[in-house]
């Protein structure tokens, strides 16, 4: 399942060691370039370092992501 690094939440606790795993998968020197690579470092963060059980996403949360769902009312954020 592919989360969008747009949409992250949880306790102080949980997003700055999310947040600081981050920024030391970025700035190291393998991933250091001029590419986008959010994503692909926030989805392995989150796999890495959070039990797949504890992770929340869809409905209420999020539309499906990269489905242009713009008509939904259900949820709190639309993937746009």
Same mark, same amino acid.
Request: aromatic content about 10%; proline content about 3%.
């Given at each position: %399942?592919?989360? !969008?690094?747009?949409?992250?939440?949880?306790?102080?606790?949980?997003? %700055?060691?999310? %947040?600081?795993?981050?920024?030391?998968?970025? %700035?190291?020197?393998?991933?250091? !370039?001029? !590419?986008?690579?959010n994503?692909?470092?926030?989805?392995?963060?989150?796999?890495?370092?959070?039990?797949?059980?504890?992770?929340?996403?869809?409905?209420?949360?999020?539309?499906?992501?990269?489905?242009?769902? !713009?008509?939904?009312?259900?949820?709190?954020?639309?993937?746009?």
């Open positions: %399942l592919l989360l !969008n690094a747009g949409i992250m939440g949880g306790t102080y606790d949980q997003t %700055l060691k999310i %947040l600081q795993a981050m920024k030391k998968e970025l %700035l190291s020197p393998h991933c250091y !370039n001029k !590419n986008n690579n994503m692909l470092v926030f989805n392995k963060i989150i796999y890495d370092l959070i039990e797949q059980e504890s992770i929340v996403t869809g409905a209420p949360v999020c539309s499906v992501f990269g489905a242009y769902e !713009n008509e939904r009312e259900d949820v709190w954020f639309v993937h746009k």
